[in-house]
């Protein structure tokens, strides 16, 4: 049985469209992934998949790349995902994943990543979801769509945690952008890039069935 950590409810309500899957949400917090991860595997998850949004790191990926997990790194280890799954994915890109426990902020901290690791893009949760499927022996895999690339810095709203059931915190938002109303350009600019990823996240949940 397949079990699914997405960061955000948005992402997990795509997830619900695997048939037979079981998805969780974890509100883009890291510890909060790692227990879902162990709880799918009490639940009966034979393998697990991180699924969802990502932030590009390499210089190389446009918005709207289909990044697929060869492997995980942090700053704790590498883990190396399930080569065989994803390969079927059309015009996707494969190499690995930086996990994070805080948010990539700024294009500095990103071309820092990737000089010293190589990842393509990094996400919050893949790394959590890593060390909990190599502790139980079970294979995982990642499938991650770019919403900021290598250049882009985030606007200040990206830093609103979500709520938490992975929601999104709309008082927070209304706060941050009255306190920086000169990130709104940003703003609308990083929510067409997430509409565009969303979009590409229901065509692979729909893949997803029919394999």
């Not at 992402?11 to 695997?18: F, K, S």
């Not at 390499?58 to 918005?63: G, K, T």
Request: proline share 5%; charged share 20%.
């Amino acid at each position: 049985m397949l079990g699914i950590i997405c960061g955000f409810k948005a992402e997990a309500d795509i997830a619900q469209n695997v048939k037979g899957a079981l998805v969780a949400n974890a509100a883009s917090r890291p510890e909060l992934a790692k227990f879902l991860a162990e709880n799918l595997i009490k639940r009966g998850a034979t393998r697990l998949l991180s699924f969802g949004t990502a932030g590009g790191i390499s210089p190389d990926l446009p918005v709207g790349s289909i990044v697929i997990g060869a492997a995980v790194v942090s700053d704790k280890g590498r883990w190396e995902c399930d080569r065989e799954w994803g390969a079927e994915i059309p015009n996707s890109y494969s190499g690995a994943i930086w996990g994070s426990d805080v948010v990539i902020a700024n294009a500095f901290d990103k071309a820092m990543i990737f000089g010293n690791s190589g990842c393509l893009a990094a996400d919050m949760e893949s790394h959590c979801i890593a060390e909990v499927a190599v502790a139980n022996k079970i294979p995982f895999s990642v499938v991650r769509i770019v919403t900021d690339t290598f250049s882009m810095s985030l606007p200040p709203v990206a830093m609103v945690p979500f709520n938490e059931d992975g929601t999104v915190n709309g008082m927070g938002v209304a706060i941050s952008l009255l306190k920086h109303p000169l990130q709104m350009p940003n703003v609308i600019r990083l929510g067409l890039n997430t509409g565009k990823a969303m979009k590409k996240l229901r065509a692979i949940a729909a893949a997803l069935n029919n394999q």
